[in-house]
């Protein structure tokens, strides 16, 4: 009967009751100004010339079209329910609930969530002073979906990352993975191998002192030895090195003679070498070793070597020849001496002669004997 009695009374009084869930927050404006914000529970509210907003606290934020006017207005009925964030110009604001990052509120910014959703936390970073952001934080913010709000660069193994930000130099990036602030000073990456490598300019034509025109590949192993003037001192320093060996064998080979550049080769890379070695370590660059690879001669050109070469092996080969016959007839003529004053020698050519031409016949006569044979021989000698 009370309870009867008790809702008749309200209802008189224009006031309703509402009852709110855990859950649930209600907003009640009466005559267009802000009279309550309500959490559970039951609640008499006024039924006429009232507005009211029902807001569920699981979606963390506070929105409504009387944000700003409520805490303008009314700062005594956010300050149990609300927490506002803000960010500076140069600020960047992570918001944790329960030590989960859960947003990033940019520079400039303004979010408000139900205090009764969270424990709230905040980090914040100036731009200024942190653009990098530490590999295990970045993780986190990666793990929960925020990796929108970084730039991630890469510097692989044997490699050194130059790192521009807004444009200006600001140091070196060891291998791994780096992350900085979108929101910061805009971060670049200048790849640098610090490894050994060759460099080949290749089908270079140049024009030899006697007009003979020539293909040359050239191959340069080199190194950078200083990352840093190797990007600032020229504008790509893998094309300066290629533009510095093609000119430097150009003035090299132009003042040779084809002949010259065939016999010296050696010499013209070890030169080419010590130049161009003092001249690339200007923009820190180190040129190990310097070789002219390959003579490449034109068709006509190379026939014409080719016949030259044949005649000179051709004279060696002659001039071999009369040598061996001239040192053949000089044996002969000694043995002929030593036979002249040597009877018992002579027999012994004899039967070595006569031994050799019965190796060469079937059956052999010989008549008187061996002493006549060999007595008629040395009257024919006589």
């Not at 009466?30 to 006429?48: I, M, Y």
């Not at 790849?191 to 007009?211: C, N």
């Not at 030895?225 to 300066?240: L, Q, S």
Request: no cysteine; net charge negative.
């Amino acid at each position: 009967m009370t309870n009867v009695l008790t809702r008749l009374f309200h209802a008189l009084a224009g006031r309703e009751r509402v009852t709110l869930s855990e859950n649930e927050r209600l907003l009640v404006l009466v005559n267009g100004r802000f009279d309550a914000l309500l959490g559970p529970g039951e609640h008499l509210v006024q039924r006429d010339g009232s507005r009211r907003e029902v807001h569920n606290i699981d979606g963390l934020r506070f929105i409504s079209g009387f944000d700003r006017a409520l805490f303008r207005s009314r700062p005594d009925l956010v300050a149990d329910h609300l927490t506002e964030v803000r960010t500076g110009s140069g600020e960047i604001a992570v918001i944790m609930r329960d030590g989960r990052p859960i947003e990033v509120l940019m520079p400039e910014d303004r979010v408000v969530f139900w205090t009764d959703a969270g424990p709230f936390s905040v980090e914040r970073f100036d731009l200024a002073t942190d653009a990098r952001v530490e590999p295990q934080f970045a993780r986190r913010l990666e793990r929960a979906g925020l990796g929108r709000v970084l730039t991630t660069l890469h510097v692989g193994e044997g490699q050194v990352g130059m790192l521009f930000l807004d444009g200006v130099l600001s140091g070196r990036m060891a291998p791994g993975v780096h992350s900085f602030w979108a929101a910061g000073p805009r971060a670049t990456v200048r790849i640098v191998d610090m490894r050994q490598r060759a460099h080949e300019v290749v089908g270079q034509e140049i024009l030899t002192k006697d007009r003979v025109t020539i293909r040359v590949n050239l191959t340069a192993i080199f190194r950078v030895k200083d990352p840093e003037r190797a990007v600032t001192a020229v504008t790509d320093f893998e094309e300066a090195l290629h533009r510095a060996v093609q000119l430097l064998f150009r003035r090299r080979l132009g003042v040779l003679t084809l002949d010259q550049l065939l016999a010296g080769k050696g010499a013209i890379d070890v030169e080419a070498g010590e130049t161009l070695r003092a001249d690339l370590a200007n923009i820190g660059i180190d040129v190990q070793e310097i070789a002219l690879k390959d003579v490449i001669l034109p068709g006509e050109i190379r026939e014409i070597l080719n016949r030259v070469v044949e005649a000179e092996k051709e004279a060696e080969a002659n001039v071999i020849l009369r040598r061996e016959e001239t040192n053949a007839m000089r044996s002969l003529l000694n043995t002929a001496k030593v036979m002249e004053d040597n009877p018992v020698m002579l027999r012994l050519k004899e039967l070595d002669a006569l031994e050799t031409i019965a190796a060469k016949v079937d059956h052999l006569t010989v008549h008187n004997g061996t002493q006549g044979l060999l007595q008629d021989i040395a009257r024919l000698r006589d």
